[in-house]
Nanobody
Framework: QVQLVESGGGLVQAGDSLRVSCVASGRAFSNYDMGWFRQAPGKERAFVGVISWSGRSTYYADSVKGRFAISRDNAKNTVYLQMNSLKPEDTAVYYC??????????????????WGQGTQVTVSS
């Protein structure tokens, strides 16, 4: 059974950068797309972005496009979320998830079968 563990969250100021990581246990990490989601207080969990199993393709929500970047290192079973030009509205718990999807279906939580416990990112103004 796969286990996903996020790390790297914290408190930063608006305009700062932060990188969060997600390490997966078990085999076959490189067979799966990996997504990032976030959940702010009182809101539903929302899609941030996804990277294909090979790392060659990425897809982002409009709200983070141009500021966030996802990468992965399959040799280390790790996926990264680099967040630049952070805004207070980026404050949320960030989750990584394992899945298989294409295009707009990657927005759907149901396309992911394993989730991490989340890491808190707080952006002060």
């Amino acid at each position: 059974q796969v286990q996903l563990v996020e790390s790297g969250g914290g408190l930063v100021q608006a305009g700062d950068s932060l990188r969060v990581s997600c390490v997966a246990s078990g085999r076959a990490f490189s067979n799966y797309d990996m997504g990032w989601f976030r959940q702010a207080p009182g809101k539903e969990r929302a899609f941030v972005g996804v990277i294909s199993w090979s790392g060659r393709s990425t897809y982002y929500a409009d709200s983070v496009k141009g500021r966030f970047a996802i990468s992965r290192d399959n040799a280390k079973n790790t996926v990264y979320l680099q967040m630049n030009s952070l805004k207070p509205e980026d404050t949320a718990v960030y989750y990584c998830a394992r899945g298989a999807c294409a295009g707009y279906e990657c927005y759907e939580l149901a396309k992911y079968d394993a989730w991490g416990q989340g890491t808190q990112v707080t952006v002060s103004s």
